[in-house]
């Protein structure tokens, strides 16, 4: 099968990727093997590719935003036949036995495992997937649509959960990439006012023209006070602008896999029981309910798509920011 595979860790103007011929997995006991159609291009895909994640496996084939069909499937399987389309995730496989596992939190199961990074992921033609973490895609999405709903949307939503915010609130959104732009939408959904904060004029216009009642840069006075926050992009810098910017009691989730360092803040920031929390990966539930919210919304993904072999460039655009929306891999039609 076609692949682009990581040998190495390298910045993206080295173009690490390579397109390799690579052996097509089996699958085994309860897992399916998946034709993948497309792929989304993630953040965490570039962090993976510049080696700014810790690495338990080279080489290895990135992504894990995969739109594909059932192919085959090993003994034992029951929750999908062959041609079903399905989704496959961040969120490879757990213990299913620790105190987190048990207790709903299995996305902070220290035993979890994460495609297209502890196992190949979706910069191919093949993946193979434990059953029960995969998962339908509703059918009133293409595939290059839904996509970016399986890792930007569903860490996009439980951003939004867990950061507190509630009907009829202000939201703040600061970085405006693949997720923000899937959040934005079902915030309004729920009667949100949205307020985003990006450096790109492209991106504010694209935040306006989805329902954002304001768009502008990070250290605007709003003159007003935000009921909760994300913080998107992967800068420390944006934690104090954004507890300034939010009102008492309420939260700032962050919800990169990496950001830069956070600098010394004042106490002020915190006090008045401002919360300031990381969002870390997703449970199976964050992605059923995630798909099922936004078949009902319904989102709107926007999306920019290359050929498996461009997959460096993808990523080297999705870097400096010149994707509006989401990128996604066309793998096969």
């Keep these: 099968m076609r692949a682009m595979v990581l040998e190495r860790p390298a910045p993206l103007s080295q173009s690490p990727l390579q397109l390799r011929e690579s052996t097509k997995p089996v699958p085994s006991d309860h897992q399916i093997r998946v034709a993948i159609r497309c792929c989304g291009v993630c953040h965490t895909d570039l962090h993976t590719v510049e080696g700014e994640l810790k690495l338990p496996k080279l080489p290895l084939i990135p992504g894990h935003q995969i739109v594909g069909v059932v192919e085959a499937c090993g003994a034992g399987t029951f929750k999908f036949r062959e041609g079903d389309r399905v989704g496959v995730p961040w969120l490879f496989r757990t213990d299913r036995t620790c105190r987190y596992c048990r207790s709903g939190e299995e996305n902070l199961c220290n035993r979890a495992q994460f495609t ?21 895609v509703p059918p009133s999405f293409d595939d290059a649509h839904a996509a970016p709903l399986l890792c930007a949307g569903v860490i996009g939503y439980r951003s939004f959960r867990l950061s507190g915010a509630a009907r009829g609130d202000r939201v703040g959104l600061y970085g405006f990439g693949a997720s923000a732009h899937i959040v934005l939408q079902f915030a309004r959904h729920q009667d949100c006012e949205v307020y985003v904060f990006s450096r790109g004029e492209a991106h504010r216009q694209m935040a306006r023209s989805l329902g954002a009642v304001w768009a502008g840069d990070a250290a605007d006075d709003l003159s007003l006070e935000l009921d909760a926050a994300i913080i998107f992009a992967p800068a420390g810098g944006l934690v104090p602008l954004a507890l300034k910017a939010t009102r008492k009691g309420a939260r700032v989730a962050l919800a990169g896999i990496t950001m830069s360092p956070i600098p010394q803040l004042d106490y002020e920031l915190l006090y008045g029981e401002r919360v300031l929390r990381s969002v870390a990966n997703s449970t199976r539930r964050d992605v059923e309910e995630f798909l099922e919210l936004a078949a009902e919304v319904p989102v709107k993904t926007e999306v920019t798509e290359f050929p498996l072999e461009n997959a460096n460039l993808a990523l080297q655009m999705l870097k400096s920011s010149e994707i509006n929306g989401a990128g996604v891999l066309r793998v096969a039609s």
């Design 116 to 136: 297209g990074l502890h196992v190949d992921g979706g910069y191919a033609e093949y993946v193979v997937v434990d059953e029960d973490f995969a998962y339908p």
